[in-house]
């Protein structure tokens, strides 16, 4: 009996490494197959490109473009216009000899304004999404990891009491009375859960100090409701308004009232995978935590957080030309489209290529920045795959 | 019982992010003119700002839950703040509601049923479209087309003049079409989420087995998605509906202001530049109210629903 | 077999599928029978097509990513490939009945079984609701629910596993069909709820006269309820034939090795036999026998041509290059 061919190659080792290097092609194969996404990531490079180059047109003392600099005589120009060389110094002059983009209501160029305003949106939306991602990620991964481990509400509570007695020496009464009436609430608790576990025959006090009331999952999941309690916009604009106006103070703050879906995902998916076989196996071979989550589950569960990236930094640069329109946007000198756009609604009928250009903008970066997105989840998703 | 202990937790947050920013409330600031000292004095004296502030925090949510606040700007009583505006936003919600659940489900079934089609992805498109503008952007659009094409009048809740003087129903529609624009604004965003995630639920319960099993049976295919599959996949929308319940406080500052519609958000926001403490307050509250109160039913309506739950 | 026995007559069905960029073919000219009043089994392992075939038959294959490329799917004088879907539907549930594999996955979760066999019997037949709910009743009774009344407002999920397949089954008989296919219905049971089942279905079978197309990966269960049998790899039948014949001498390497991998008592403590390799994952279309790479009898011929069957009376036959050239020999 001759051997079957099957056995004369090399088949376990290779077959599972094949499996995964096959979906992550294939996958890549679905996203460029569809058209709207690829088209959507085309324009997301061209827009980082087209920033990256603004930044260096823009910048420094004597840049090739100034958005700066200030030509009243040659105020609101319509694009395509050409500068009136009697009126300006020959420094004044814009380098392409016109002004491509027209001049807004102090004669600067919108062109120059455009490009430094890129790399400034851009910046926005990417810090505010990167703080809003890392806080996400690190308590989503907490809650999905640590999800049932409990934490004494008697440890809490008297962590609360010490950080009520710290803040009423160093800083405000109010902070004493805040933590003073969590560990009231908390004893409470403790004592009303003590009372039935009791019947166990310990003595009552060590059941105080000992019993476990919440998990760290139920506290991370109740910081998030309180965060959703409020009306983010609402947030942002109450923390903008009276906080001094400035551009870190604006990325940090969309950044900090954003990071509560990310947080969803990253459980969501955290609490699947923890009872996957090789995480338990990586346990089993007494790998520490924080190994396993970064290195081993961290990769699995970023599908969803990549999607909310995407779609974080789009809604970022639209909160950001949302709090300009109020008046609470980036303060000058920087410009960024928002700002532009907001400026440009004076004038609305008599240049409207000031709300125009950026409005059109901001639309289609964000546009591509939404379809991305989604071409990523769509292309991440093995269910849909069965599409023709 | 945990929704109290969350509310309980906002209060204190709000409480501390208001009084903790930097600027005082503008009756109190020495530097402001109009005041003398002991105008200062006095206002200081008679809303507690002297006391230390957890007392103020007791004082406040004391009037607060028996509804005697006080705006510090006008001296109005809150609660009538509120409501006075809220009688403004609230058919501006309404209106807006409807549009949104009334051309998202259309929207979406048809697109899922289409699926790959050019309507779905025109559909698809657009949706993207509506949710990537900037809503001023888009606002402004929207006037410029509506007041040089249809000639109709858009800002404000009604043309100036016309209450007093004219027949009732003319009234009513000029009051309809100020309406009009300002909710299909709002509704926009709306649709194009409400109506990708029918979509979405919808080719999901396509795939699922009990649709072939319905198929096997020899049921038809417009029985086998409006009866097995529509069922199923709109559960959770059922649910969307307590969620609903927090917009009600809402309002968009921005559409608001563009067509100077006085209502719940221009409050909230001209309260926040005066440091209205008291306005801010309530509405928070209230707002963290609905929030958890529309959660919370949510919850129900879920449990009613889906047999898998409730037995 | 004669043509006025025969219920069902599949022939060369193929059926392809598209999934990123790539064809694959499903089922690739298979054909079988079934008789009036027959059980007839289609085995193979997991991938080899037969679950497409049922589909096929029922009009079920989900047409975007699949297409059905050739063959005849003869019913009633009827090529059921080229009816269009409002046709196809008198057919299904009437006529010709499924039953799936996974029950709870394959039962409505927000309807009552109650509703849902009352479904299966209204699709194709005005009943008073008294006379409804008294089919009903009498089709649990059938399929050995007990206390049918208070069961009929049960919603899936409270019942177990083995009574969801049971109403599945209560589906399928609703409306007398003549035929039923099986696919696979005990793989998500136990073991002894396995036995129950095939039980019940034996008997409704015999009771009622109809016919059985039963396709499962367990030589077992062929054994126990199949009057012919095919065998199925890689979208071909490779062998056919009753069930005596086949597992007494099979023919085909293939076969010869699923009823060698069998546990036996007579070998006990020695190690079990398999066949080596994999089943293929479906690309391609090879132009040899399927079987060829890891088949331990393969020539070189097997690698050029798949000829057709080789019979051996009693409607026994195998295809296979080896055995062809052998007997081309003679």
New interface residues.
Partial sequence: ???????QRQ?SAEEPNAIAAKRRR?SW??FK?NKIALTGFIIFLVFFAVAVLGLFLTSGDDPVLDPSLVRLQEKLKPPLSSPNPDALAPREIPSMKIYLFGTDDLGRDVLARMLQGAWVSLTVGFVAVGIAVIVGIILGGLAGYFGSYRVSAAHLAIFCLIAGGAGISYWHPFWGLAMGSCAAVLILITVSAGRKRGQEGKPFWVNLIGIKTFSIDTLIMRLVDIMLCFPSFFLILTVVALLPASIYNIMAVIGLTSWMGTTRFVRAEFLSLREQDFVIAARALGLGFARIIFRHMMPNALAPVLVSTTIGIASAILTEAGLSFLGFGVPPPYATWGNILSDGKRFIFDAPWLTFIPGLAILIVVLSFNLFGEGIKDALNPRL???? | MQKIITLFFVSVVSFLIIHLAPGKPSQIDPMNPKFTPELVERFKKEFHLDKPLHVQYALFYKDLLVGRTVSWKDNQPVLTKIWERFTNSLPLFIVGTIITWTLSFPLGISSALKR?GAYDRGVTFFSYLLISIPGFFFAYMLIILVVSWLQVPVIGMETFGLSTDSPALSAFMDRLWHLLLPSVLGASGGIAVLSRYVRSQMLEVQD???V??????????D?VYYK?AL??AL?PFVTMFGLILPGLIGGSVIIESIFSWPGMGRMAYEAILARDYPVILTVNFISAVLVLLGTFISDVLYMVV???IR? | MGDSNTLLNVAGLTVWF????ERSWAVNGASFSVGRGETVCIVGESGCGKTVSALSI?G?V?T??GRIAAGKIMFEGKNLLSLN??EM??????RI??V?Q?PL???????TIGDQIS??IT??EKLAPEALRARVLELLRAVGIPSPDERLGS?P??LSGGQRQRV?IA?AL?CEPDLIIADEPTTALDVTIQAQILNLLKSIKEDRGLSLLYITHDLGVVASIADRVYVMYAGCVVEQGEVGDVFLEPRHPYTKGLLASLPDRARRGMPLTGI???VPGRFGRPVGCPF???????EKECHIEFPQFLDWGKGHMARCPVLYSREKRR
């Fill in positions: 009996m001759k051997t079957p061919k099957s056995h088949i294939s194969i679905l197959q795959k069965e599409r023709g | 790959g699922q087995d009990y072939r099993t319905a198929r096997a049976k020899g049921l038809s295919s029985q097995h069922r199923n559960l889906d047999p898998r037995l | 598209q999934a990123d960029g029922m079920l989900k975007p990513p879907d409002a539907q008198q057919i299904r549930g009437r009945a499924m799936f996974e996955a394959s039962l409505n979760p927000v309807f479904e299966a699709v194709h919603y999920h409270q599945m589906m609703a080596p390799g994999y060829e790479p890891r088949c331990s009898e393969a």
